[in-house]
């Protein structure tokens, strides 16, 4: 297995930061945002979205990754999943979509209060807390 592709913490507050601003960006009010870093350093964001039946809906890092898909992105180095207080955080589900672009990308779960690294797979290699 290659090791998980790190990138610097100053990219990591970028992808975080705008992982929250696609939040502000739902149709929801305290909604999950999502940001996907390519290679070349592009930002995709992506929020989640419900219609008002609440039939369909579509994740914020579905969205995020379909933009960057729909951009011809190549490479995903890294993602990032803002939940806001009250929300548990990335699931299972989200670790097996971004498994779907690599197992070697960095995943940051961020919160009000603190940021987690980590890998796209739980047993991949242990996480990170730090200070958001």
Same mark, same amino acid.
């Not at 039946?53 to 579905?62: D, F, I």
């Not at 995020?64 to 190549?74: D, H, M, Q, V």
């Given at each position: 297995?290659?090791? &998980?592709?790190?990138? %610097?913490?100053? +990219? $990591?507050?970028? *992808?975080?930061?705008?992982?929250?601003?696609?939040?502000?960006?739902?149709? +929801?009010?305290? %909604?999950?945002?999502?940001?996907?870093?390519?290679?070349? /350093?592009?930002?995709?964001? !992506? =929020?989640?979205?419900?219609?008002?039946?609440?039939? =369909?809906? $579509?994740?914020? *890092?579905?969205?995020? *990754?379909?933009?960057?898909?729909?951009?011809? /992105?190549?490479? @995903?180095?890294?993602?990032? @999943?803002?939940?806001?207080? !009250?929300?548990?955080?990335?699931?299972?589900?989200?670790?097996? +979509?971004?498994?779907?672009? /690599?197992?070697? &990308?960095?995943?940051?779960?961020?919160?009000?209060?603190? &940021?987690?690294? !980590? =890998?796209?797979?739980?047993?991949?290699?242990?996480?990170?807390? $730090? =200070?958001?």
């Amino acid at each position: 297995m290659s090791a &998980i592709i790190t990138i %610097s913490d100053d +990219l $990591r507050k970028k *992808l975080a930061d705008k992982a929250k601003d696609a939040s502000h960006k739902s149709n +929801l009010p305290q %909604s999950v945002g999502a940001a996907v870093m390519a290679r070349n /350093g592009t930002i995709y964001q !992506g =929020a989640w979205y419900e219609q008002s039946t609440g039939s =369909a809906h $579509r994740s914020a *890092l579905s969205a995020a *990754l379909g933009n960057f898909l729909a951009s011809g /992105g190549e490479t @995903v180095i890294a993602v990032a @999943v803002y939940c806001p207080d !009250g929300f548990e955080g990335p699931g299972d589900e989200c670790r097996r +979509l971004v498994k779907e672009f /690599g197992n070697n &990308i960095e995943f940051v779960s961020v919160f009000d209060n603190y &940021i987690q690294t !980590g =890998a796209a797979t739980r047993n991949a290699i242990g996480s990170e807390d $730090r =200070a958001a």
